[in-house]
């Protein structure tokens, strides 16, 4: 099994492997990444700090949600702590379900969720200077 909390470049090779199965035709492999300019400033890096064991938790807990949610849908959840450049992925949500539609859905689930529940704290790192920034539901 993968580690759910990373401190290096999260390895996404086999993720899918969590969640595929004969029955799901769609899988959705997403990734978040550190954008430079999500608001007025520069971004140069997003440096994240999280409880493992809690965290760890949480996504079993949101997993379990998209499999009671979504009849043979399956999610499955890795998140990067540290600093994490512009361009590398912080969080990797790999998804399977029988067709896409749900498959999309519950990877959107997985996301809103994590941003709502886990225990996983950023900072935003400016050109400038840095200030942490607060988890917020994500918009669509």
């Known amino acids: 099994m993968a580690a759910r909390i990373c401190d290096g470049p999260l390895q996404t090779a086999g993720l899918l492997n969590h969640v595929q199965a004969d029955s799901r035709g769609a899988s959705v492999l997403f990734f978040g990444t550190t954008r430079s300019t999500p608001g007025e400033r520069a971004v140069v890096a997003l440096e994240y700090e999280a409880h493992p064991t809690m965290a760890a938790m949480v996504f079993e807990e949101i997993e379990e949600e998209v499999a009671t949610t979504w009849p043979d849908t399956r999610a499955y959840v ?63």
């Open 78 to 140: 890795v998140h990067r702590i540290g600093r994490v450049a512009t361009g590398e992925a912080s969080v990797v949500v790999a998804t399977a379900a029988p067709h896409r539609k749900q498959c999309y859905a519950a990877s959107q689930y997985v996301m809103n969720e994590l941003k709502r529940r886990a225990p996983v704290w950023k900072k935003e790192i400016y050109e400038d200077g840095s200030a942490w920034k607060a988890n917020a539901p994500t918009r669509a």
